[in-house]
Structure formats: structure tokens, C-alpha cells
């Protein structure tokens, strides 16, 4: 006898109201945004507060400049996870309906865009500022898990980007009629993997308590880009990872287009979340290399 969980009874929405034809609703993924941005403002306005963390005992900026530095996240969030998503998962329709990318309340957002807008948006902070762009990025990388942690549980709670069908007792009986559809010859409930709450555990629990503990116990923050590379290397492992047990994207970039060859390499059994993943694991090779050459050199 195949072993499967029902899906909780959890609705995407925290609450909505309904005035006269004035209509609200908050849900669940826009809520993890707000408290994960926020919680990481917390986790950074901590680590600034303690200037023996930092090399010479110096905060890369202020607590007034972390806050205004939200603000430029938020926008190298949305700007860049909507272009990501277009870019990536759905480049021939967004190039045939230009229009559509600014429609951010259909649905759509790549993790890998929204962490390249943010980037951006922190160089170009950070050059305004006369910031040590490394530092920044230290303190920006250790605010970072509980907004995974957060958002892959919303996921969750969505009923979406669940996992592979699965036998392990463990696996989810996600509704939607895409989730319950599996292989012809598969037999019994088409439970899946609950690949969201891997993702959570990995990348938000997992990940994050690594980073505190190399802050705040290990003195991390004195070697500039350490944190940053932990960070980059630790989620391209995971997310890498956590892909075998996903449902690959169905948006695979099509034949045609100026990235064909990713659809070739995807084709050679490689998903899109870990195409994109490559890069950002040597990106935090890269960075701890070169963090550790600089700490030597010193």
C-alpha cells in the first residue's frame, strides 16, 4: 500500500475584504516579502550594532543607510526577478507582449533575476554612498535566509512549484489537476515531493544558521566577501540539490532564440533552476578564493 499526505486545508490568502466594489486581499507570498525584507534589515541593524564583527572594527555603513539600502532591494527584487522570469522561463511570449512584464500581479518571478537586480541595485547604492562594496554585500548576504525560508513556505502553502511524483511516505497530494497528473504507467496516488519545504530547509534554515554562526561566532564579517561567497556557493548547492526531487519548469526556452544553447544543455538532463545554479556556485567559489587571497595578503 502506497502512503501519501493530504494537502492542509490552507487558503493563499491571509485575509481579504470586501467593501462595496472595492476589493483587498493580502496573501501569504506578498506577506513573506514584507517580513523577510524586514527581518533582514533586523538581522543586518544586529550585526552593525557590533563593530568588533567587522574588519578593523569598523561597520561597512550605518544603520540610516541599511534602511535607505531597502528601498534599492525592493526595487532590484521586483524589477529583476519579473525581467529574470521573462528572460529565462517565457522569452517568446513577453518578446510578442512587451506589455505583459509590467503585469507583476499575474504571477512570475525568477529567484536568479531578482538576486541580479539586487546586485545592481547595491553596486550602484554602494557607489553613491562610498560604501566598501564587500562589507555591504556580507551584511546583504546574511539578511538573505529568512526570505527564502519564508517565501519557499508560502510557496508551499500556494500549492505550487511542488516536486516529482514520489512513493516515499512523505510525499504530498497537491491539488490542481497538474499536480495530480503523473506518467502513464505510474500506480497509486500521484503524491509529490514537497520540494518547496526542501528549499526551505536548505536554503533558508540550513544556510542561515551557517551564516550566523560564521558572523557571529567565527568572525566571518573580518574577511570581506566571505559571508558573500559562503552564501553564493551554500544556495547554488542547494538549489542544484533540491532540483532532482522539483517538477523542472515547463517553460523551457524554446529553439530559436538568442539562449538556444541552454535548451540544449537542459535537454542533456539539466534543469533550468540548475543551469542557473552553475554560476552562482562558482561565482561563491570565485568570491572565497579571492576573499582569502586579499585576507593572506594582509
Known amino acids: 500500500m502506497t502512503f501519501a499526505l493530504p494537502f492542509p486545508p490552507l487558503s493563499p490568502e491571509v485575509f481579504s475584504i470586501s467593501l462595496g466594489g472595492f476589493q483587498f486581499a493580502l496573501r501569504w507570498y506578498a506577506l513573506a516579502y514584507i517580513v523577510g525584507l524586514l527581518a533582514g534589515l533586523w538581522l543586518i541593524r544586529r550585526a552593525l550594532a557590533r563593530p568588533a564583527l567587522w574588519k578593523d572594527n569598523t561597520p561597512p555603513m550605518t544603520a540610516a543607510q541599511a534602511e535607505a539600502l531597502l528601498t534599492w532591494v525592493i526595487i532590484g527584487v521586483v524589477v529583476g526577478g519579473r525581467l529574470g522570469f521573462a528572460l529565462f522561463y517565457q522569452p517568446a511570449h513577453f518578446l510578442a507582449h512587451p506589455g505583459d512584464i509590467v503585469k507583476i500581479w499575474q504571477g512570475g518571478m525568477a529567484f536568479h533575476g531578482g538576486l541580479l537586480g539586487v546586485v545592481v541595485a547595491a553596486a550602484l547604492f554602494c557607489w553613491r554612498q562610498r560604501l566598501t562594496p564587500a562589507s555591504v554585500a556580507d551584511a546583504m548576504a546574511l539578511a538573505t535566509p529568512p526570505g527564502l525560508l519564508l517565501g519557499r513556505l508560502a510557496n508551499f502553502i500556494n500549492a505550487e512549484l511542488w516536486g516529482r511524483p514520489t512513493t516515499a511516505p512523505w510525499g504530498v497530494l497537491f491539488p490542481g489537476p ?6 502513464p504507467d505510474w500506480t497509486g496516488p500521484c503524491a509529490r515531493h514537497p520540494s518547496q519545504l526542501y528549499e526551505a530547509g536548505l536554503e533558508g534554515l540550513l544556510l542561515g544558521a551557517l551564516l550566523l554562526v560564521l558572523a557571529f561566532s567565527r568572525g566571518a564579517l573580518k574577511i570581506p566577501g566571505r559571508v558573500t561567497g559562503v552564501f553564493f ?7 542544484f540539490t533540491v532540483e532532482f526531487f522539483r517538477q523542472p519548469d515547463a517553460q523551457f526556452i524554446t529553439p530559436g532564440n538568442p539562449l538556444g ?7 542533456a538532463g539539466l534543469t533550468m533552476g540548475q543551469l542557473l545554479s552553475l554560476p552562482m556556485i562558482a561565482l561563491g567559489l570565485g568570491v572565497l578564493l579571492m576573499a582569502n587571497h586579499a585576507q593572506a595578503r594582509a
Not at 233 to 239: F, I, K, M, N, W
Not at 261 to 267: P, S
Open 233 to 239: 556557493l551554500g544556495y547554488g548547492l542547494a538549489r
Open 178 to 183: 497538474a499536480a495530480q497528473t503523473c506518467p
Open 261 to 267: 544553447h541552454v535548451l540544449r544543455l537542459g535537454e
